[in-house]
């Protein structure tokens, strides 16, 4: 048996952005692994911990038995505190011992790939503990490891990838995970819309609406009369959406129509991921 075909989208997304990451960290001195990268307290020793630790988790890989420091001001919940451990533990480690483990966690984890059966709605393990589909965990590890690569390219100076299977990926993911947001935390009025027009290496026009009960749906029809558009390029609508920058340090790049305190408030809780 092989992949199953609703899964194969997110091991080549995977697999193109692992690979991508572990060019351009291998040849890296030891002192450029301590630069620092947009994903908030994270150099990029940190976040290719991290990729290692999601892969190692993927594995089924036991946890890392490691008490965290108490000056980790950028950790301040329990989600953030189970995700720091696969990186604290190796934050002391070489340059050669980083690429070393990335490469051999790739090896295994293409080897678990090329043996995989199950079906799509298999139950499994997934972070602290919660119980989801292979499919959930696959797109969502597919989804981080892209996040990651672009992070590692800021720091480095090095853009690109930004039309790749990873970041479609993305795209679904956060666009998914928009309109619960914009309802609940943006307080979007009811029986009203909210478009996205997104241009750029990935392109899309998404309509936000709010029913009369204040719940969001994503649609792909344009709406007439939208209480607030928002403009954008691809890049900047990732980076605001996980996090990796206020709307003001992007101002230039934003263009809002409409209702000024609604854009405001949906600009201001733009980030979806933890």
Known sequence: MSLHPTLQPYADAWTHSIDAISELVQPL??????????????????????????DCEMLGDPRPIHTLPRDLFHVTNEAQRYTEMQVDVRRHHTAPEMTSELEYTIIRRNRQLRNESRDPGAKVRGPLGKELTLEASMRGHAFDVWVHEQDLRAALGRPGNLDSPGALVARDVLLAALPDVIADKANAPRSSAIVLDVHGPVEFLRTIRIDIQGRGTLETAPALGPAATLTMDWETFVRLACGRVTPEAVSDRLKTEGDVGLTGAILRNFTVTP
């Open 29 to 54: 001195v030891e002192g450029e692994w301590n630069r620092r990268t947009p994903c908030p307290g994270w150099s990029i020793r940190d976040v290719v911990s991290h990729v290692i630790g999601l």
